[in-house]
C-alpha cells in the first residue's frame, strides 16, 4: 500500500523559509518520481516542482524558480521542498505526489497516482 504524508506546513512572515517533508512508503519509491503541488483557495491544484527516481534531475515551475529546491532521501523513503524567500502567493495547501510511471518527469496533475492529504503553507505580508 502507497501512502504519502506531507509535515513542515505553518505560517511564515514573507521572506521566511520553510522546509516541507513528505514520508513515503513501499519498496519501490525509489522507482518514481516524485512531485509537489499546490493549491490555493479558489484555485486549481498546480504544478511547483518534480524530482526524477534517481535524484539527479528537478524541474521548477517559473513562479518558484530560484526560491524553492526539491530533493528526496532513498534511504528515509523522503521528499522535500525548501522553500525559501516566501512570499504571500505562496500560500496554499502543498501535496507530494507520485508520478504514475516509471521514469520521466511531468507536470499535470494527471500524471500522478498517489497523493498526500496535504500541508498547510501560510506567507504573511
Known amino acids: 500500500q502507497v501512502q504519502l504524508v506531507e509535515s513542515g506546513g505553518g505560517l511564515v512572515q514573507a521572506g521566511g523559509s520553510l522546509r516541507l517533508s513528505c514520508a513515503a512508503s513501499?519498496?519501490?519509491?525509489?522507482?518514481?518520481?516524485m512531485g509537489w503541488f499546490r493549491q490555493a483557495p479558489g484555485k486549481e491544484r498546480e504544478f511547483v516542482a518534480t524530482?526524477?527516481?534517481?535524484?539527479?534531475?528537478?524541474y521548477y515551475a517559473d513562479s518558484v524558480k530560484g526560491r524553492f529546491t526539491i530533493s528526496r532521501d532513498t534511504a528515509k523513503n523522503t521528499v522535500y521542498l525548501q522553500m525559501n524567500s516566501l512570499k504571500p502567493e505562496d500560500t496554499a495547501v502543498y501535496y507530494c505526489?507520485?508520478?504514475?510511471?516509471?521514469?520521466?518527469?511531468?507536470?499535470?496533475?494527471?500524471?500522478?497516482?498517489?497523493w498526500g492529504q496535504g500541508t498547510q503553507v501560510t506567507v504573511s505580508s
Open positions: 505526489a507520485r508520478l504514475k510511471t516509471r521514469g520521466g518527469l511531468a507536470t499535470a496533475v494527471t500524471s500522478y497516482d498517489y
Open positions: 524530482i526524477n527516481s534517481s535524484g539527479g534531475s528537478t
Open positions: 513501499g519498496l519501490t519509491f525509489s522507482s518514481y518520481a
